[in-house]
T-cell receptor, first 109, second 114 residues
Framework: GQQVMQIPQYQHVQEGEDFTTYCNSS?????IQWYKQRPGGHPVFLIQ?????EVKKQKRLTFQFGEAKKNSSLHITATQTTDVGTYFC?????????FGAGTRLTVKP | DGGITQSPKYLFRKEGQNVTLSCEQN?????MYWYRQDPGQGLRLIYY???????QKGDIAEGYSVSREKKESFPLTVTSAQKNPTAFYLC?????????????FGPGTRLTVL
């Protein structure tokens, strides 16, 4: 089935530094979703990207969908301690969604 | 107040026992899902259901069973055949059968086998 590879697995940054996580697929995706899971919590939907080359912003978060619709990225500018958590991408696979392994972000104050 | 509820939050069981995890949603969503999450890892799909009285196996269905008798409910039974059941179990739902809808997750159940 469809697999999405997500890197890096872990990222530790100093507060104020930027952070980026990447998702890659070997096949063209119809859409890609991003979720955030706080420590001890459950995943929460952030955004969905559908169009080739699409860029969406949510305050300090910038989401991109590649031109070939095979990759996506989430970039956080000037991280804050509230950004701590694991970020997952998810992509369709037949009749269900498949999640990447996630990138765990820790932020040092 | 709409949402997904899972109970219990923490669950302990002895080896060889079956246990059923509850998942209820009042969002009027057609599709429901069960995922397993192991420490420091991503989400792996166990079962999903796109409509009442129908469900499909995910990647790791062995040792698990589900039912979908009502739209609101999608209970998961972890059977004694599941070799390593200790994990965090997440239930989710989405509005439709299509793949363009966000998933709403419940708070999860942490299962520990003693």
């Amino acid at each position: 089935g469809q697999q999405v590879m997500q890197i890096p697995q872990y990222q530790h940054v100093q507060e104020g530094e930027d952070f980026t996580t990447y998702c890659n697929s070997s096949t063209t995706l119809s859409n890609i979703q991003w979720y955030k899971q706080r420590p001890g919590g459950h995943p929460v939907f952030l955004i969905q990207l559908v169009k080739s080359g699409e860029v969406k912003k949510q305050k300090r978060l910038t989401f991109q969908f590649g031109e070939a619709k095979k990759n996506s990225s989430l970039h956080i500018t000037a991280t804050q301690t509230t950004d701590v958590g694991t970020y997952f991408c998810a992509a369709p696979n037949n009749n269900d969604m498949r999640f990447g392994a996630g990138t765990r972000l820790t932020v040092k104050p | 107040d709409g949402g997904i509820t899972q109970s219990p939050k923490y669950l302990f069981r002895k080896e060889g026992q079956n246990v059923t995890l509850s998942c209820e949603q009042n969002l009027n969503h057609d599709a429901m899902y069960w995922y397993r999450q192991d420490p420091g890892q991503g989400l792996r799909l166990i079962y999903y259901s796109q409509i009442v009285n129908d469900f499909q196996k995910g990647d790791i269905a062995e040792g698990y069973s589900v039912s979908r008798e009502k739209k609101e409910s999608f209970p998961l039974t972890v059977t004694s055949a599941q070799k390593n059941p200790t994990a965090f179990y997440l239930c989710a739902s989405s509005i439709g059968r299509g793949l363009v809808h966000e998933q709403f997750f419940g708070p999860g159940t942490r299962l520990t086998v003693l």
